[in-house]
């Protein structure tokens, strides 16, 4: 908006910036520059590879990724199908509902918890699933003996096979993150917690009883999916042959857009008013209000950044790469690039500079001011500096 009502006004413009340890001091004059729309920044963020995210990571920063998007996944998009669905309901909408939602919904109503010590055990469950489970689903499909194709193992740098983790309600880390997930989890669905705190400012004895409750969690013992098994070979085979023949792995489309399972032609309309029926049964029989969460960087008694700390150094515990500190995470998760005073004084020492160049090539004419004719391109200087 501001460039445009430049251009409008034949207004020369000074746009200083900076991120980190980088600057810059661009100096826009009309009739003899581009204007500041006139270019783009580069887009640096190409995305983490899926198979990297869901099961390389060569790096614990991926391990930060992992987890962004598993809180976002628990607390953010599940709950969100969930109320939009109450909503509906409670209003009396005659808006139709796409099958998977209603789906998903039921599947998240039925796993509503009821108390606090409901909220542990989804912590716990979360832990099984996450550092246990999927681990030794990985390592069935690729044991540490397996190669590829070509008769190379497969497990070479940067892929690192990854070690099951078994839950110690005395390790601080596994502690961390069963009660950040349950906190998490009691805000979501409104349940009182200990002492009625806010999740990152849960006393250290609710806590440990909190980790110690967890420890007595029955959990399901672990069984070899077949399905999973094959998503995760074809996964990894569609990387890998597009990595061969140099091309960009496709992204991968979100939950909500995959294809379900085609159902037949006379069926589907029945399907959807009978999972209508079990819905509305199961929202009066819960009574449950659900309460979406987006993540939040800035407020750390929410307990946002602790899950994802705790479930980062999980993650990279459990593929043997180096712990990142609670404020890294923060800074990772949260895009946040401090300002360095160094930057800042540079940037304002050009800006300064070049405004007095460009107030001496201004002139009054009646009410407005107008630059001279003829202003010499070479005497204005803009500044891009790390």
Not at 301 to 315: E, I, K, P, S, Y
Not at 356 to 373: C, F, S
Request: net charge negative; with cysteine; charged share 25%.
């Amino acid at each position: 908006f501001m460039d445009g009502r430049c251009v409008t006004t034949r207004t020369a413009l000074l746009e200083p910036g900076t991120l980190g340890p980088k600057g810059h001091m661009q100096v826009i004059i009309p009739d003899l520059t581009e204007n500041y729309a006139a270019q783009e920044d580069p887009d640096e963020d190409q995305g983490i590879p899926v198979c990297t995210l869901k099961m390389f990571p060569e790096e614990t920063l991926h391990c930060v990724e992992w987890a962004l998007s598993e809180f976002k996944a628990l607390f953010e998009d599940q709950p969100q199908i969930l109320e939009n669905e109450l909503l509906k309901h409670a209003a009396s909408s005659s808006e139709p509902s796409e099958p998977k939602n209603l789906r998903a919904s039921l599947e998240l109503l039925g796993e509503a918890p009821r108390s606090w010590e409901d909220c542990v055990a989804f912590g716990r469950n979360s832990f099984q699933k996450f550092f246990h489970n999927a681990p030794r689903q990985l390592l069935h499909v690729y044991p540490t003996s397996a190669v590829t194709k070509d008769g190379k193992p497969f497990w070479t740098l940067p892929k690192r096979p990854p070690t099951p983790l078994e839950y110690d309600p005395n390790d601080p880390l596994c502690a961390a993150f069963v009660v950040a997930a349950a906190a998490l989890r009691a805000v979501e669905f409104g349940i009182s917690m200990p002492d009625g705190v806010l999740p990152g400012t849960m006393p250290e004895t609710a806590k440990a009883a909190a980790a110690a409750l967890a420890g007595e969690c029955a959990v399901e013992a672990f069984v070899m999916d077949a399905k999973v098994a094959e998503e995760i070979a074809a996964s990894v085979e569609k990387e890998a042959a597009t990595a061969a023949d140099g091309t960009e792995p496709e992204p991968e489309p979100e939950p909500e857009e995959l294809d379900p399972e085609p159902e037949p032609e006379l069926e589907s309309e029945e399907s959807g008013q009978e999972l209508k029926a079990r819905f509305v049964k199961a929202a009066q029989a819960a009574g449950a209000a659900v309460s979406p969460q987006t993540f939040e960087k800035d407020e750390d008694a929410n307990g946002h950044v602790d899950f994802l700390h705790a479930a980062a150094n999980l993650r990279a515990r459990s593929y043997g790469l180096p712990p990142m500190d609670w404020i890294d995470v923060k800074l990772k998760a949260g895009r946040i690039i401090p300002a360095l005073v160094t930057t800042t004084a540079l940037v304002s020492g050009l800006l300064c500079v070049e405004l007095v160049k460009v107030l001496g090539h201004q002139r009054r004419i009646g009410d407005e001011t107008v630059a001279k004719a003829g202003w010499p391109v070479d005497r204005f200087k803009s500044t891009f500096l790390n």
